[in-house]
């Protein structure tokens, strides 16, 4: 297979201070890769050296199996990218805007425009100059110019930031359509992990600049547990009935509220029973599947699955 993204050891250092350590990521040819990581871990940086927007401390990238350096044009031609905040002629119209950019990169489809503008639900916007459009409008408009040129590439820093929910559903669609029927391979950031857990083939997570995991979300799935979650005024408590009663060892105490039972060998409906018996007030009592929100918080406390 393919690899479009592969860093080895890329660290960069502000300031005498080493903000990202050692990064080892490989995106390969037609994934959507989905990079995590709380604010302030390193996704930002680490995108801005893959994208050529500043150079690496130490350490090496390969763009298409070529090594990234400052007269990679070529390669950089086959990248879309949106990371941080983008900037538009603010006077000037959607259109324009997206004309000037295929100017800019030499990209002369005649329907480009137009069919950029379609896919992101701005053809109605007409004259009306970007200075005027909301957030989510202009956020739009940067997924339209990323995509403009139907790259092989795809690096999308926080794409969805300022959509509502129904844009964001829309967006997350055309991710997909671009990802199957255009074969783009997209390397996406975000803090909404709901969001990644539906599109993603592969996830990596940095926390404070290090890489602390690489792994197929299909990996992520089948470790990911059923569990009952039970609320009540002792945790603590429960536990010892679970225990003593219904000889329930696999449990996790989240707080002195919460418990999660991981042995779904008794039933919920039992469970509910014996701790009414025992005196136990439950506030609730649900049956919950793991997500990549779990997973993801399980790495911050410092565990994890080995891929």
């Known amino acids: 297979m393919n690899r479009i993204i592969e860093t080895r050891e890329l660290t960069k250092v502000f300031n005498e201070k080493e903000i990202i350590s050692n990064v080892n990521i490989t995106v390969n040819k037609g994934e959507i890769y989905g990079f995590l990581g709380p604010n302030g871990a390193g996704k930002t940086t680490v995108m801005k050296m893959v994208a050529n927007l500043i150079k690496p401390t130490r350490g ?86 990323a995509i403009m040129t139907k790259p092989e590439l795809l690096i999308l820093d926080e794409p969805i930031n300022g959509l509502d929910p129904v844009g964001i559903k829309e967006i997350r669609k055309l991710f997909k359509k671009l990802n199957k029927e255009y074969g783009i391979t997209i390397f996406i950031s975000s803090h909404i992990l709901a969001e990644i857990e539906h599109i993603a083939d592969k996830i990596g997570v940095i926390i404070q600049g290090k890489l602390m995991e690489e792994i197929p979300m299909e990996k992520v799935r089948e470790n990911n547990k059923d569990y009952i979650e039970i609320v009540t005024k002792d945790s603590a408590k429960v536990a010892l009935i679970l225990e003593h009663h219904l000889k329930i060892t696999n449990t996790k105490m989240l707080d002195s509220l919460t418990i999660r039972v991981y042995d779904l060998g008794v039933p919920q409906g039992v469970i509910s029973e014996v701790l009414f018996k025992h005196g136990v007030v439950i506030e609730s009592i649900y049956h919950k599947s793991s997500s990549l929100e779990d997973y993801f918080f399980t790495l911050l406390n410092g565990g994890g699955v080995s891929a």
Do not use: W
């Not at 119209?93 to 950029?116: F, I, P, Q, T, W």
């Open 60 to 145: 090496e990238i390969d763009l298409f199996e070529k090594a990234l350096s400052s007269n990679s044009y070529q390669v950089l031609g086959k990248i879309g990218a949106i990371i941080e905040q983008p900037v538009f002629y603010e006077k000037l119209s959607a259109r324009k805007n997206l004309e000037l950019h295929c100017e800019y990169m030499g990209y002369h489809n005649k329907n480009a425009v137009d069919e950029s503008l379609e896919m992101v639900k701005l053809t109605n916007t007409g004259a009306k100059p970007v200075k005027e459009f909301s957030v989510g409008m202009k956020q739009r408009l940067a997924i339209a110019r």
